[in-house]
T-cell receptor, first 113, second 116 residues
Framework: GEDVEQSLFLSVREGDSSVINCTYT??????LYWYKQEPGAGLQLLTY?????DMKQDQRLTVLLNKKDKHLSLRIADTQTGDSAIYFC?????????????FGSGTQLTVLP | GAVVSQHPSRVICKSGTSVKIECRSL??????MFWYRQFPKQSLMLMAT?????????EQGVEKDKFLINHASLTLSTLTVTSAHPEDSSFYIC????????????FGEGSWLTVV
């Protein structure tokens, strides 16, 4: 079945760049999303990329998509302590599919002072 | 941007009672909403897909008589946990599909349920 995988933990120093990686298996994915979850809170949509794009930049966030390798990454420039959270990637099935979003396990980002 | 609101954010109920959680799309109409459950330090588990004006579609292993879902309007879906037990204690999150623009799915803030 469809699968989305992420590494569980990432630690970076404040001011450095963070790169969170995600791999998925469904080649028919339409959109790929990055969500942020702070402790005890819901999911906040950070950014998304359509499957026919290979890069999207939004302020400090850069999303790279390698569709051939089914690899998605989120780069956070100048990482701040407020960026510490769990980051989920999710892939979206085509419209009409019974399945909507498939989530990765989440990557816990810890920003060290 | 689009916002999805959940209420209550935290609720404590006694074993055997029922509790209702609301999910509202505040500035868009959502024909489809989703209910997830999240255990500590784990990813989201899809419980059911809620379709406006029709019955919800439940994922395998989710008891539809225990987790009642109603999607009576284009901006509101409710999840009722009936005859709650301590093992139902969890973080419940809803999401709503915004078909305008990029057809994005937005999440609510989540609701912590504690059954004592």
């Amino acid at each position: 079945g469809e699968d989305v995988e992420q590494s569980l933990f990432l630690s970076v120093r404040e001011g450095d760049s963070s790169v969170i990686n995600c791999t998925y298996t469904d080649s028919s994915s339409t959109y790929l999303y990055w969500y942020k979850q702070e402790p005890g809170a819901g999911l906040q949509l950070l950014t998304y990329i359509f499957s026919n794009m290979d890069m999207k930049q939004d302020q400090r966030l850069t999303v790279l998509l390698n569709k051939k390798d089914k690899h998605l990454s989120l780069r956070i420039a100048d990482t701040q302590t407020g960026d510490s959270a769990i980051y989920f990637c999710a892939e979206r099935a085509p419209s009409g599919s019974a399945r909507q979003l498939t989530f990765g396990s989440g990557t816990q980002l810890t920003v060290l002072p | 941007g689009a916002v999805v609101s959940q209420h209550p954010s935290r609720v404590i109920c006694k074993s055997g009672t029922s509790v209702k959680i609301e999910c509202r799309s505040l500035d868009f109409q959502a024909t489809t909403m989703f209910w997830y459950r999240q255990f500590p330090k784990q990813s989201l588990m899809l419980m059911a897909t809620s379709n406006e004006g029709s019955k919800a579609t439940y994922e395998q292993g989710v008891e539809k008589d225990k987790f009642l879902i109603n999607h009576a309007s284009l901006t509101l879906s409710t999840l009722t946990v009936t005859s709650a037990h301590p093992e139902d204690s969890s973080f419940y999150i809803c999401s709503a599909r915004d078909l305008t623009g990029a057809d994005t799915i937005y999440f609510g803030e989540g609701s912590w349920l504690t059954v004592v």
